[in-house]
């Protein structure tokens, strides 16, 4: 199988189940960004950080295939069957969650994101997950999203915030406190 179809060089692209829709289509960007977020993810799991936390980064990189796959299903198809979403995954994400919350320091305010490479990756990687959950929401305003696909980006987000906070603890990072002005 060669990786260029050229099915796509006027600017449509093919829906998981059939049908074309142009490249710019809001379900296209929705599962694009998903694939970003993947990316953003991979990226952070090459950083040099606990070996438990790349095993659970592995296993939400696999998620969120599965999720853009949901997503690339065309909605018209009702005989394509969605790829099998793991039930789990919300719950592993909260159990993470509070494990890695009981280590630190509780917040009293904002942080800045930032304090190392491995941190910000974190942070960035949380940035495209709320723009990924942003756009699902939009649309679902106009084609059903899965709701467990709307509960995981949310949760992941949450995830990806405590882990760029755990990081930091880890490597001894300053977290820096917002000030309003």
């Not at 049908?19 to 040099?48: A, C, M, W």
């Not at 690339?72 to 394509?80: E, F, G, Q, S, T």
């Not at 756009?135 to 679902?140: A, R, S």
């Not at 059903?144 to 906070?165: E, G, I, M, Q, W």
Request: glycine share 8%; with cysteine; proline share 4%.
């Amino acid at each position: 199988m060669k990786i260029y179809t050229k099915t796509g060089d006027a600017g449509t692209t093919m829906l998981f189940g059939g049908g074309r829709v142009p490249k710019y289509h809001l379900r296209i960007e929705t599962y694009g960004t998903v694939d970003e977020l993947n990316s953003f993810i991979g990226l952070l799991r090459d950083q040099d950080i606990k070996n438990s936390h790349k095993k659970f980064l592995v296993k939400t990189q696999e998620d969120l295939f599965t999720l853009g796959s949901i997503l690339a299903l065309n909605p018209d198809k009702k005989n394509a069957k969605p790829p099998k979403w793991r039930s789990a995954a919300v719950k592993g994400l909260e159990r993470r969650i509070d494990r890695m919350e009981g280590d630190l320091e509780p917040l009293s305010s904002f942080i800045l994101p930032g304090g190392n490479t491995v941190v910000s990756y974190c942070h960035l990687a949380r940035c495209v997950c709320r723009r990924c959950e942003r756009l699902c929401v939009l649309l679902n305003e106009n084609e059903k999203v899965p709701a467990h696909v709307l509960t995981f980006l949310n949760r992941l987000s949450d995830y990806l915030f405590v882990l760029a906070r755990a990081l930091a603890n880890e490597s001894g990072a300053e977290e820096i406190p917002w000030k309003s002005r």
